[in-house]
């Protein structure tokens, strides 16, 4: 059973060897005395410079930084049936565990991408990883090493994976905007991953966005999408299978011993009885949460893990159900899993993995999934500290750089930090998902709700101007404050689309917000209404804004646009950009900027060169979230299950 992810170093030596050996060739130039002079003062600068080039081209860009945070996200979990070997997969590769979760070891020799989306065990205990952006990893000696196994697998984005009673090996790939539809989709290997078939629409799958796979004891195979499908021919061909079914995103499957198909239908559950014909809902004990996992245990016991933190179990095939766990400090229970002895494992977005040993009675934390934090948002205060927003954990602080961090959410009452901000005077700002706005005064040691004249409470951006205003993208529209966040209020007038992504505003106070499906919209200079700039983007979302010092905007949306003047016309700016999903936007002191993109890492424009580069040594996990830069040109960004990574050297002393 699979479930949705609801996302390589070179070395110093060979720089070292050609280094050594220009050295050696400077000597030969030595030879003639009357040309020491020469060589001193010409030609070993010119060496210099070359092993210089060399050194840029060869050591890390990037390092990781986060020492000290406690809590990371686990995107998915698997269990080996033959010696109940438990892998975890996290945006830092593959952890595991041969002693029932007691202790954790990272084995990641081999893979190329470590952010897992999805694994599966086949039944002589070999092990398959599916990666955000590299496919799949196959590893015959229980994760010790790893290689690829990609051949025919075109769509590398592998969010889920099954394997049939045949051993037939199928991969669900998640659609992205950047990808064909007709790219994405199934995959089936039928020779143990050495190549891959895409099983297209015209097998009767109707979408190319698989969410989760599952296979019955009996011989059917289920696909989660944006309804169930069931396969009678190990994958080669579907039917729907949605009688009874309501819902469009299918985000967990699970099958019991008498062959009972238990699905997560946008958060409520559904079991069906006769391999998918018909579905009969199932909430008796889950009013009130959502459902986002599923699994089943030896013993026919249910689990159920949901949205905020809770486990939920049902002794009686689903009629009806009791809370095992729940939690105000853990985030989503994303994927649960039960091991041959009937312990339960739930992987949090954000805290980690919990245990079970007793069918749900007790519960203990037995990994904290640190490093592997969610970074949703950055900001780095005037006195050079940085802020780091995550999914489930709250505020992260580093003095000193980024080499370490401390937890700063000391009065945050919810861990999901969407933006943060900074004003004048120092002052933080931190945008939640679900909580409104908190502002701290003292360096985030403590933190204040401000939400006074705030109706919408998902705030997904924030942008403080020159003068002090404060401006919070909501689910609900745009909410400014003029008085240090003590009071908002609502300004929507002339927003066609009230789900607003970003933000960006100038030196001189023009503000624009990047919405959902409507485009991108300024405020108009009186202050009392928004105008729509350009209508090219309303079939996108604009993920990310940001605004040089030249006044040039910049759009990260299906692709990267610029406009030069104020949004009037845009243009597109893709030349070498070949991850076009933009989650951030930065840019440097000398007008460079940094482009973070989902699965394909951050990417650098020099200048005005309209031509993009990508800048990924030693970054060990390519799906970016945040971007910020300090006084000195160091760039920080912050992935999705990998933490904050920083930048060895400063992106100014880059050529």
């Given at each position: 059973?699979?479930?949705?992810?609801?996302?390589?170093?070179?070395?110093?030596?060979?720089?070292?060897?050609?280094?050594?050996?220009?050295?050696?060739?400077?000597?030969?130039?030595?030879?003639?005395?009357?040309?020491?002079?020469?060589?001193?003062?010409?030609?070993?600068?010119?060496?210099?410079?070359?092993?210089?080039?060399?050194?840029?081209?060869?050591?890390?860009?990037?390092?990781?930084?986060?020492?000290?945070?406690?809590?990371?996200?686990?995107?998915?979990?698997?269990?080996?049936?033959?010696?109940?070997?438990?892998?975890?997969?996290?945006?830092?590769?593959?952890?595991?565990?041969?002693?029932?979760?007691?202790?954790?070891?990272?084995?990641?020799?081999?893979?190329?991408?470590?952010?897992?989306?999805?694994?599966?065990?086949?039944?002589?205990?070999?092990?398959?990883?599916?990666?955000?952006?590299?496919?799949?990893?196959?590893?015959?000696?229980?994760?010790?090493?790893?290689?690829?196994?990609?051949?025919?697998?075109?769509?590398?984005?592998?969010?889920?994976?099954?394997?049939?009673?045949?051993?037939?090996?199928?991969?669900?790939?998640?659609?992205?905007?950047f990808l064909s539809p007709n790219g994405s989709?199934?995959?089936?290997?039928?020779?143990?991953?050495?190549?891959?078939?895409?099983?297209?629409?015209?097998?009767g799958l109707t979408s190319a966005d698989i969410?989760?796979?599952?296979?019955?004891?009996?011989?059917?195979?289920?696909?989660?999408?944006?309804?169930?499908?069931?396969?009678?021919?190990?994958?080669?061909?579907?039917?729907?299978?949605?009688?009874?079914?309501?819902?469009?995103?299918?985000?967990?499957?699970?099958?019991?011993?008498?062959?009972?198909?238990?699905?997560?239908?946008?958060?409520?559950?559904?079991?069906?009885?006769?391999?998918?014909?018909?579905?009969?809902?199932?909430?008796?004990?889950?009013?009130?949460?959502?459902?986002?996992?599923?699994?089943?245990?030896?013993?026919?016991?249910?689990?159920?893990?949901?949205?905020?933190?809770?486990?939920?179990?049902?002794?009686?095939?689903?009629?009806?159900?009791?809370?095992?766990?729940?939690?105000?400090?853990?985030?989503?229970?994303?994927?649960?899993?039960?091991?041959?002895?009937?312990?339960?494992?739930?992987?949090?977005?954000?805290?980690?993995?919990?245990?079970?040993?007793?069918?749900?009675?007790?519960?203990?934390?037995?990994?904290?999934?640190?490093?592997?934090?969610?970074?949703?948002?950055?900001?780095?205060?005037?006195?050079?500290?940085?802020?780091?927003?995550?999914?489930?954990?709250?505020?992260?602080?580093?003095?000193?750089?980024?080499?370490?961090?401390?937890?700063?959410?000391?009065?945050?009452?919810?861990?999901?930090?969407?933006?943060?901000?900074?004003?004048?005077?120092?002052?933080?700002?931190?945008?939640?998902?679900?909580?409104?706005?908190?502002?701290?005064?003292?360096?985030?040691?403590?933190?204040r709700q401000i939400n006074r004249g705030m109706?919408?409470?998902?705030?997904?951006?924030?942008?403080?101007?020159?003068?002090?205003?404060?401006?919070?993208?909501?689910?609900?529209?745009?909410?400014?404050?003029?008085?240090?966040?003590?009071?908002?209020?609502?300004?929507?007038?002339?927003?066609?689309?009230?789900?607003?992504?970003?933000?960006?505003?100038?030196?001189?106070?023009?503000?624009?917000?990047?919405?959902?499906?409507?485009?991108?919209?300024?405020?108009?200079?009186?202050?009392?209404?928004?105008?729509?700039?350009?209508?090219?983007?309303?079939?996108?979302?604009?993920?990310?804004?940001?605004?040089?010092?030249?006044?040039?905007?910049?759009?990260?949306?299906?692709?990267?646009?610029?406009?030069?003047?104020?949004?009037?016309?845009?243009?597109?700016?893709?030349?070498?950009?070949?991850?076009?999903?933009?989650?951030?936007?930065?840019?440097?002191?000398?007008?460079?900027?940094?482009?973070?993109?989902?699965?394909?890492?951050?990417?650098?424009?020099?200048?005005?060169?309209?031509?993009?580069?990508?800048?990924?040594?030693?970054?060990?996990?390519?799906?970016?979230?945040?971007?910020?830069?300090?006084?000195?040109?160091?760039?920080?960004?912050?992935?999705?299950?990998?933490?904050?990574?920083?930048?060895?050297?400063?992106?100014?002393?880059?050529?």
């Open positions: 059973m699979t479930q949705k992810n609801s996302p390589a170093r070179h070395e110093r030596r060979e720089f070292l060897n050609n280094s050594t050996r220009m050295l050696n060739s400077r000597k030969c130039l030595l030879i003639v005395r009357h040309s020491i002079k020469f060589c001193l003062c010409f030609i070993f600068p010119i060496l210099v410079f070359c092993v210089a080039s060399i050194s840029r081209s060869h050591v890390n860009f990037w390092q990781q930084s986060s020492e000290g945070f406690n809590g990371g996200a686990i995107s998915a979990l698997a269990v080996d049936s033959l010696n109940s070997t438990i892998y975890a997969g996290t945006g830092g590769g593959v952890l595991r565990s041969s002693d029932s979760g007691m202790s954790w070891t990272l084995v990641n020799s081999g893979l190329a991408n470590q952010g897992i989306g999805s694994l599966a065990v086949d039944a002589s205990g070999h092990v398959f990883a599916g990666t955000h952006g590299h496919g799949v990893f196959r590893s015959n000696d229980g994760g010790a090493h790893w290689r690829p196994i990609n051949s025919g697998l075109t769509v590398r984005n592998v969010c889920s994976l099954a394997i049939s009673l045949s051993g037939t090996i199928l991969a669900g790939t998640e659609a992205g905007h989709g199934l995959f089936r290997s039928s020779d143990h991953g050495r190549s891959w078939t895409r099983i297209g629409l015209s097998s969410q989760c796979l599952a296979v019955s004891a009996t011989g059917p195979i289920f696909v989660g999408s944006d309804s169930v499908y069931r396969s009678t021919d190990d994958g080669k061909n579907w039917t729907k299978a949605d009688m009874g079914l309501t819902g469009s995103y299918v985000t967990s499957l699970a099958v019991n011993s008498r062959g009972h198909v238990f699905t997560a239908n946008e958060g409520k559950v559904f079991r069906s009885v006769d391999n998918g014909l018909g579905w009969k809902q199932l909430n008796s004990g889950l009013s009130g949460v959502s459902v986002e996992s599923l699994a089943v245990s030896p013993t026919g016991l249910i689990f159920a893990g949901t949205y905020g933190g809770k486990v939920f179990s049902s002794t009686n095939d689903g009629d009806n159900w009791s809370e095992v766990y729940s939690s105000s400090t853990d985030s989503d229970v994303v994927f649960v899993a039960v091991n041959p002895s009937g312990h339960i494992f739930a992987g949090t977005w954000g805290s980690g993995i919990l245990r079970s040993m007793d069918n749900g009675r007790h519960w203990s934390r037995v990994h904290t999934g640190a490093p592997y934090a969610i970074v949703l948002s950055l900001v780095i205060s005037h006195s050079g500290h940085v802020f780091a927003g995550t999914r489930g954990n709250g505020i992260f602080k580093s003095m000193d750089g980024g080499k370490n961090w401390a937890e700063a959410s000391a009065d945050l009452t919810n861990g999901t930090v969407w933006s943060l901000g900074v004003n004048s005077k120092d002052h933080l700002f931190a945008g939640t998902w679900g909580s409104g706005v908190f502002r701290s005064t003292d360096n985030g040691a403590s933190w109706t919408a409470k998902i705030v997904l951006s924030l942008i403080i101007t020159s003068d002090d205003n404060v401006f919070a993208g909501t689910n609900g529209g745009m909410f400014r404050s003029a008085d240090n966040g003590e009071t908002w209020t609502q300004m929507n007038s002339g927003l066609i689309d009230k789900l607003v992504f970003s933000l960006a505003a100038d030196s001189l106070g023009h503000v624009f917000a990047g919405t959902n499906r409507g485009g991108i919209f300024r405020l108009a200079d009186e202050g009392d209404r928004w105008i729509r700039v350009s209508s090219a983007f309303s079939d996108s979302d604009i993920r990310s804004l940001v605004i040089n010092s030249r006044g040039h905007i910049f759009a990260g949306t299906n692709g990267m646009y610029r406009s030069t003047d104020y949004g009037a016309t845009w243009t597109e700016i893709n030349a070498g950009l070949t991850n076009s999903i933009v989650f951030a936007l930065a840019f440097n002191s000398s007008g460079d900027i940094f482009a973070g993109t989902d699965g394909g890492g951050i990417f650098r424009m020099v200048g005005n060169s309209e031509r993009w580069t990508p800048i990924n040594t030693g970054l060990t996990n390519t799906s970016i979230l945040s971007l910020v830069l300090d006084s000195k040109g160091f760039i920080f960004t912050g992935t999705s299950g990998g933490g904050v990574f920083r930048s060895i050297r400063s992106t100014t002393s880059l050529y």
